[in-house]
């Protein structure tokens, strides 16, 4: 009997609660218990969306969207290709990037540098005579580019000042090789694909319009020709002019930076 009674007073007063209005003074209500259909992401998605809005207000007003870059540098080779190779400086650069904001760019451009190399003995490939005698060889190489340029808001000022960055580059490298003494030898040409690793500096000549641009690269490429044995040497005391051709490469290129 006093379940049947507590049954009917629980639900009495259920009843009158649900009926009491909500402007009813002496009974306050939270904006949660009557916000049907709110959503708990509202405040986050617009703080978002206004960081967002300012970042790119920031860059449309203080970024650079292009920058056009021509320079000289220096191309050398590791390895028993670097014994082989001498360098013939510069290295001309030439390339263009697209900033995608204030950190990331991506761009595409073309190097070309000049080496030779002299053999005056017998080799496996050229075993009379005084050997291949004197080689011109031209390197031609296109190439795609991404870099990302390092937050330094919270370095050094000369850090700051530098604008340093890491790059990444996917390269096509064409060799050619003229022979100069070999007068019956046609040019052969050849090439590879590879990548450079590094990164550089840009030291703003007048900001946001031109720069100077130093960067320094390791590159690792994968000629046809790395395991060429011409050059191996035909007499077992002759010391090897080169066993094969495998080697990396080291580049620097100072560029001068025009942007928009």
């Given at each position: 009997?006093?379940?049947?009674?507590?049954?009917?007073?629980?639900?009495?007063?259920?009843n009158?609660?649900?009926?009491?209005?909500?402007d009813?003074?002496?009974?306050?209500?939270?904006?949660d218990?009557?916000?049907?259909?709110?959503?708990?992401?509202?405040?986050?998605?617009?703080?978002?969306?206004?960081?967002?809005?300012?970042?790119?207000?920031?860059?449309?007003?203080?970024?650079?969207?292009?920058?056009?870059?021509?320079g000289?540098?220096?191309?050398?080779?590791g390895?028993?290709?670097?014994?082989?190779?001498?360098?013939q400086?510069?290295?001309?650069h030439?390339?263009?990037?697209?900033?995608?904001?204030?950190?990331?760019?991506?761009?595409?451009?073309?190097?070309?540098?000049?080496?030779?190399?002299?053999i005056?003995?017998?080799?496996?490939?050229?075993?009379?005579?005084?050997?291949?005698?004197?080689?011109?060889?031209?390197?031609?190489?296109?190439?795609?580019s991404?870099?990302?340029?390092?937050?330094?808001?919270?370095?050094?000022?000369?850090?700051?000042?530098?604008?340093?960055?890491?790059?990444?580059?996917?390269?096509?490298?064409?060799?050619?090789?003229?022979?100069?003494?070999?007068?019956?030898?046609?040019?052969?040409?050849?090439?590879?694909?590879?990548?450079?690793?590094?990164?550089g500096?840009?030291?703003?000549?007048?900001?946001?319009?031109s720069?100077?641009?130093?960067?320094?690269?390791?590159?690792?490429?994968?000629?046809?020709?790395?395991y060429?044995?011409?050059?191996?040497?035909?007499?077992?005391?002759?010391?090897?002019?080169?066993?094969?051709?495998?080697?990396d490469?080291?580049?620097?290129?100072?560029?001068?930076?025009?942007?928009?």
């Amino acid at each position: 009997m006093s379940f049947i009674k507590s049954l009917i007073i629980f639900i009495i007063t259920t009843n009158i609660y649900a009926q009491v209005p909500v402007d009813t003074p002496g009974i306050e209500f939270g904006d949660d218990d009557l916000n049907i259909g709110g959503d708990i992401f509202s405040d986050f998605s617009e703080d978002l969306e206004a960081s967002q809005i300012y970042e790119d207000e920031r860059y449309y007003r203080f970024g650079r969207f292009f920058t056009f870059n021509i320079g000289i540098g220096h191309t050398t080779f590791g390895g028993n290709r670097g014994k082989l190779y001498d360098t013939q400086p510069p290295t001309y650069h030439m390339s263009l990037y697209y900033f995608f904001d204030f950190r990331t760019s991506f761009g595409m451009g073309i190097e070309f540098s000049r080496h030779f190399y002299y053999i005056g003995e017998p080799t496996l490939g050229f075993p009379n005579g005084n050997g291949v005698g004197f080689v011109d060889v031209n390197l031609l190489r296109p190439f795609f580019s991404y870099r990302y340029h390092i937050d330094t808001s919270d370095l050094g000022t000369a850090l700051t000042y530098s604008n340093p960055y890491f790059a990444i580059r996917f390269e096509y490298w064409s060799l050619t090789e003229k022979f100069r003494d070999q007068r019956g030898l046609d040019d052969e040409s050849g090439g590879g694909l590879g990548i450079g690793l590094g990164g550089g500096f840009e030291f703003p000549i007048k900001l946001r319009e031109s720069y100077i641009n130093v960067e320094f690269l390791w590159h690792t490429v994968n000629f046809e020709d790395k395991y060429d044995t011409r050059y191996q040497a035909v007499n077992p005391n002759q010391e090897d002019v080169s066993t094969d051709l495998t080697g990396d490469v080291y580049s620097v290129v100072v560029a001068y930076v025009f942007n928009w």
